[in-house]
């Protein structure tokens, strides 16, 4: 997981840098008065997110089976100490129960 999102925010800086160089050349249009800083961020988000989509399928498809099997181990654990808190319950029950 952390490999994906180290992945994800390298493309989010090399699309900064270019839209940056884009926006301080003249190629891109700049933003209104001193929202010039919000509009490179916002372009390279804006850019860099589809790019990320394509370029990172396998790595997020990777970190995506991590986090269902991390999910599914913790159900289980639930699931187990769910079944050993009834049992004791039952016990606890069944010794009330009985006569002394």
């Not at 700049?30 to 860099?48: E, H, K, P, Y």
């Not at 050993?84 to 129960?97: F, H, S, W």
Request: proline content about 3%; glycine content about 8%.
């Amino acid at each position: 997981m952390l490999r994906y999102t180290l992945m994800r925010l390298g493309i989010f800086a090399g699309c900064l840098v270019v839209v940056w160089g884009l926006v301080y050349s003249g190629i891109a249009p700049r933003g209104l008065g001193d929202s010039n800083f919000m509009w490179v961020v916002l372009l390279a988000l804006v850019i860099s997110a589809p790019i990320s989509f394509v370029v990172l399928r396998k790595e997020r498809d990777r970190a995506s089976a991590h986090v269902v099997a991390r999910v599914d181990r913790a159900k289980a654990n639930l699931d187990r100490n769910r079944g050993q808190e009834d049992i004791a319950d039952d016990a606890a029950r069944g010794a009330q129960g009985q006569p002394s």
